[in-house]
């Protein structure tokens, strides 16, 4: 949304483009701080948001999309489009699902906090296969995977794990081209900020290492085992103001 407006601004298009985001859940964002910033936002730049809208139906032949209100099951409303972005429900791989180590839902039933099968006790989970109740994020996975070396080594040594994950998630959240609002935040949806300053904010530099930093992050240590999420984040933060 924020992209498309974006670039029809770039372009000169934008007094003709009507841009209507609808989502089935009751919040633009689940953390409040972050969502009054995207609020500001979306007020500023004439955009339409309609919450619990559900996408049943698309009718492609006559450009339509069927949505139905959440609030007042059956009652459907038929939206035209010129173009249509849809994001598809998601869901666990059935070969998990059909898996003894899945809960009802088809995720793998962790304790949120020591990443521990709830019935399997050698059996541990981090990342979108798992039902830990915070957002599937790749910056998750690190804090998760950071918790979980040093729980998996303890109880290799017959010892008690005292770390918890406290459900550190980042979600990078892209409002332009060159502009990021950093939401960080934990299981109880309170930000869990890294910088020294207002993450709520639209950000160039926050833009700059969701594009340049993160990715190299991401493929030299995280895969690699070397990057444990926030922690080293704010350690590699302190070191460069120091």
Known sequence: MYLSEAYFRKTGKRS???IIFNTS???IFGVKKYADALQ????????TVNY???????????QEAVFENL???GETQVVSYEMLHVTPPMSPPDVLKRSPVADAAGWVDLDKETL???RYPNVFGIGDCTNLPTSKTAAAVAAQSGILDRTISLIMKNEKPMKKYDGYTSCPLVTGY???ILAEFDYSSQPLETFPFDQSKERLSMYLMKADLMPFLY???MLRGYWGGPAFLRKLFHLGMS
């Open 52 to 62: 619990k809208q559900n996408l049943i139906e698309v009718r492609a032949d006559k």
């Open 71 to 73: 609030d007042k099951p």
């Open 25 to 27: 859940l009751g919040v």
């Open 40 to 47: 500001k936002i979306i007020k500023e730049r004439n955009l």
């Open 219 to 221: 493929w030299n240590m």
């Open 116 to 118: 521990q099968h709830k």
């Open 178 to 180: 060159n502009r990021v």
């Open 16 to 18: 003709k483009a009507n």
